[in-house]
């Protein structure tokens, strides 16, 4: 840090990292750009980063993880809340009629793979974790009963009372098959929503739109379960009303009933999942209990999370990867080895266990949405580079050429990534943002 701050060239480097919002973790990149006149062939302008400081030009990674990078999670929380958002009350290129439209918010949570240690809360008072007079005795010789009042940050929250009781191939087989889960619930949810004002699924989509945008949550035990916003549209989507005859009732009725018969199988182990018992469904209403700007909150706060509460790694595990070795609590590391061991089987291939130890078997994406739900994040990344790129024009930062008459040629190559500790501390100091905590990047 002492050596950054005493370089010649640290403003330079300062105005990158601002540049980048103090990503803790930048690409570098090492070449040159060049623009043409298209008729003459002369060249107008050149940037190289040869006069860059140590030669590189630092862009941001533009990751999603917070534990690796908060101030690029950060970007990426407040791009997911406001395409959730536009597809509650409008905006960004939805209209803002979008807010009439009967909208659900739905948690689909797994099944019990397990009794666990939880924190459990009634009338604001802290209860007992499982206190049971006549608990029974495991075969493994532990009492199923904890009466303890957890801490909201008790590390023990999560884990099983008896880890030899415990369903860890389950659990990561639940995570890996949830992405086809989810995917058989839209489906059974638009087959029963069809069925209930008597049309097929075809016709159905003739008059109604079913929209949804979804985030998956990691919950302490190591299983995920999905957020999801879903809302009723027109044939054109967010342009059109749905029908009269298109009610809020009948889409909660649909939700629950496709919740409760979807089922996905993993035929090589026989073993079948379906959602867990605990099903929340709320209606969003603009001055209700549930707000549209606490819902996109909500889950735009999850979209920037990993398996971190679980108290595992960010980062992939190698096969042959020292377990024992690994800094991760026993619950995760036990997680990761049902993984490995299932991820070697020939029939599991496809699930890819392996590959995906770390996220305890989740290979899905975090955040998903359907096509006509709202504006995109490609079309919201686009639209800041290209207020930056007037900013910069603007102010003379940038040369103005007209782009039909200028031919553009540019020369990439990868350099490296990252910061030092030290430098990491100057970033956190330039942009206001603070590193991880100890429990993110190992």
Request: proline fraction near 6%; hydrophobic fraction near 35%.
């Given at each position: ?144 009963s904890c009466a303890k009042r957890h ?65 998956a949550e990691y919950q302490r035990r ?118 490995m061991r299932l991820g070697s089987e ?97």
């Open positions: 840090m002492i050596s950054r701050l005493h370089d010649p060239e640290y403003n330079r480097w300062a105005c990158q990292i601002k540049r980048t919002g103090g990503c803790r973790q930048p690409i570098h990149l090492r070449g040159k750009v060049e623009h043409y006149d298209r008729a003459t062939g002369r060249l107008l302008h050149r940037y190289s980063t040869r006069h860059e400081p140590n030669g590189v030009l630092r862009v941001a990674c533009k990751t999603r993880r917070a534990s690796r990078c908060p101030a690029c999670a950060e970007v990426y929380r407040a791009d997911t809340y406001q395409l959730i958002r536009a597809g509650l009350v409008g905006g960004k290129g939805v209209p803002e009629t979008v807010s009439t439209h009967p909208c659900l918010f739905v948690t689909l949570t797994a099944p019990s793979f397990g009794t666990v240690h939880a924190r459990r809360e009634k009338n604001g008072k802290v209860l007992p974790c499982h206190a049971r007079r006549d608990a029974e005795v495991c075969p493994h010789g532990r009492t199923m801490r909201a940050d008790d590390p023990c929250l999560g884990e099983p009372l008896c880890p030899d009781c415990y369903d860890y191939d389950g659990s990561v087989l639940f995570n890996a098959i949830s992405p086809e889960l989810w995917r058989r619930f839209t489906l059974a949810l638009r087959r029963r929503f069809a069925r209930l004002n008597g049309l097929t699924v075809r016709a159905l989509r003739e008059h109604v739109g079913i929209a949804f945008a979804k985030v190591g299983v995920v379960h999905f957020h999801a916003v879903i809302r009723l549209d027109g044939p054109d989507g967010p342009d059109s009303p749905p029908p009269p005859w298109a009610m809020a009732d009948a889409l909660e009725e649909s939700v629950r009933h496709a919740a409760d018969v979807v089922t996905a199988e993993v035929k090589p182990v026989g073993r079948t999942f379906r959602w867990g018992a605990q099903l929340d469904v709320r209606s969003i209403t603009l001055d209700g209990d549930l707000t549209e700007q606490a819902v996109a909150a909500y889950i735009a706060k999850y979209a920037t999370k990993a398996a971190e509460c679980v108290g595992t790694l960010d980062r992939r595990v190698q096969p042959l990867d020292d377990l024992e070795a690994l800094p991760v609590r026993d619950h995760a590391r036990r997680l990761i080895a049902a993984c020939p029939g599991l291939a496809d699930l890819r266990l392996t590959h995906w130890a770390h996220m305890l078997g989740f290979r899905g994406h975090f955040s998903t949405k359907s096509r006509r739900y709202s504006t995109t994040l490609g079309a919201l990344r686009a639209a800041r580079e290209e207020h930056r790129r007037t900013e910069e024009i603007t102010t003379g930062r940038l040369p103005l050429f007209d782009e039909d008459t200028v031919l553009v040629v540019a020369h990439w190559q990868y350099a490296g990534q990252g910061l030092s500790l030290g430098e990491q501390l100057l970033a956190a100091a330039l942009s206001g943002v603070p590193l991880p905590s100890a429990g993110g990047r190992r």
